[in-house]
T-cell receptor, first 112, second 111 residues
Framework: GENVEQHPSTLSVQEGDSAVIKCTYS??????FPWYKQELGKGPQLIIDIRSNVGEKKDQRIAVTLNKTAKHFSLHITETQPEDSAVYFC???????????FGAGTRLTVKP | SQTIHQWPATLVQPVGSPLSLECTVEGTSNPNLYWYRQAAGRGLQLLFYSVGIGQISSEVPQNLSASRPQDRQFILSSKKLLLSDSGFYLCAWSPGPAPLHFGNGTRLTVT
């Protein structure tokens, strides 16, 4: 089955700096890669996702890149703000949520 | 718009007691439904999923069971809780293929 590795486990940046979180996956048939943000005491919220037919997707300060050959994808947050502080999860699946596998999460802290 | 409700938000139960966590979805029909468990500092582990009433698939053999008595209702149960059942339980739904939408979770502490 799919195995998703996520790095780093913790990340601390200064407000205004960029943050990058990286994930690798094992199943070459995976074709859907979402990213979730989880704030304390809440459920994860989808922030951006990408399908395997594109290499990059942007939404304001957030972007995701995908390298299918290397089987890795990354989340990029630019101009970080204190409210970006949360735990971020990557995931991979075959566009069937029944087999969606999550990374272990990255705790991002943005220092004002 | 669609919303997902999960309750209770927190629960403290003694070892050996039963468990029932409920999840309902509004504003959609025939959703896929999921139960995940999140251990402290770890990722999300898929426990059960359902593609229709009475259809339950289990990902991990364990002390828990799930049921879907109605189209938009998903219940997680246990007859006798173990200490290892402590964790953060998340219900999620999807309209079919992606994306997954999560509830706000139930923090279960087994004492």
């Amino acid at each position: 089955g799919e195995n998703v590795e996520q790095h780093p486990s913790t990340l601390s940046v200064q407000e205004g700096d960029s943050a990058v979180i990286k994930c690798t996956y094992s199943d070459s048939a995976s074709n859907y890669f979402p990213w979730y943000k989880q704030e304390l005491g809440k459920g994860p919220q989808l922030i951006i996702d990408i399908r395997s037919n594109v290499g990059e997707k942007k939404d304001q300060r957030i972007a995701v890149t995908l390298n299918k050959t290397a089987k890795h994808f990354s989340l990029h947050i630019t101009e970080t703000q204190p409210e970006d502080s949360a735990v971020y999860f990557c995931a991979a699946s075959r566009y069937n949520n029944n087999d969606m596998r999550f990374g272990a999460g990255t705790r991002l802290t943005v220092k004002p | 718009s669609q919303t997902i409700h999960q309750w209770p938000a927190t629960l403290v139960q003694p070892v050996g007691s039963p468990l029932s966590l409920e999840c309902t979805v509004e504003g959609t029909s025939n959703p896929n439904l999921y139960w995940y468990r999140q251990a402290a500092g770890r990722g999300l582990q898929l426990l059960f999923y359902s593609v229709g009433i009475g259809q339950i698939s289990s990902e991990v053999p364990q002390n828990l069971s799930a049921s879907r008595p109605q189209d938009r209702q998903f219940i997680l149960s246990s007859k006798k809780l173990l200490l290892s059942d402590s964790g953060f339980y998340l219900c999620a739904w999807s309209p079919g293929p992606a994306p997954l939408h999560f509830g706000n979770g139930t923090r279960l502490t087994v004492t």
